[in-house]
Nanobody, 122 residues
C-alpha cells in the first residue's frame, strides 16, 4: 500500500528553524502535486505550501518569505523548510500527495500522512 510518513516536527523557540520531510513509499507509478497543510487547535485545516510536478510552488500569505517547499522526485520526497518560526505557526502539519498506483487498481488517489506536531515557544 502507498503510504506517506512525515518527520522533522518538534519543539523550537520563536525565530528558530525546522525542516519537515515526507516520504512516499509503496508501489508508486508517479506523483503529481504534493503539499503541506496544517491545523491548529480550534482552526480549520489550511494549505501551507504546494508544489507541482513541474516545480511550480505557491504559499499561504502567512508563510511567504519564511517557508520553502521542495521535492526530490527520484526519492519520492517532499520537504518543508521553515525559518523564522512564530508561535502562531504551532500546528499539526500534514503531508498530501496525488499518487498514481496499481494497488488495488490503477488509479490516482489522494493520500495523507499521519501528521507531525510543530510547537513554537515564545
Amino acid at each position: 500500500q502507498v503510504q506517506l510518513v512525515e518527520s522533522g516536527g518538534g519543539l523550537v523557540q520563536a525565530g528558530g528553524s525546522l525542516k519537515l520531510s515526507c516520504a512516499a513509499s509503496g508501489s508508486i507509478l508517479s506523483i503529481n502535486n504534493m503539499g503541506w497543510y496544517r491545523q491548529a487547535p480550534g482552526k480549520q485545516r489550511e494549505l501551507v505550501a504546494r508544489i507541482t510536478n513541474d516545480d511550480t510552488t505557491n504559499y499561504a500569505d502567512s508563510v511567504k518569505g519564511r517557508f520553502t517547499i521542495s521535492r526530490d522526485n527520484a526519492k519520492n520526497l517532499v520537504y518543508l523548510q521553515m525559518n523564522s518560526l512564530k508561535p502562531e505557526d504551532t500546528a499539526v502539519y500534514y503531508c498530501n500527495a496525488i499518487i498514481l498506483a496499481e494497488t488495488p487498481n490503477l488509479a490516482f488517489r489522494d493520500y495523507w500522512g499521519q501528521g507531525t506536531q510543530v510547537t513554537v515557544s515564545s
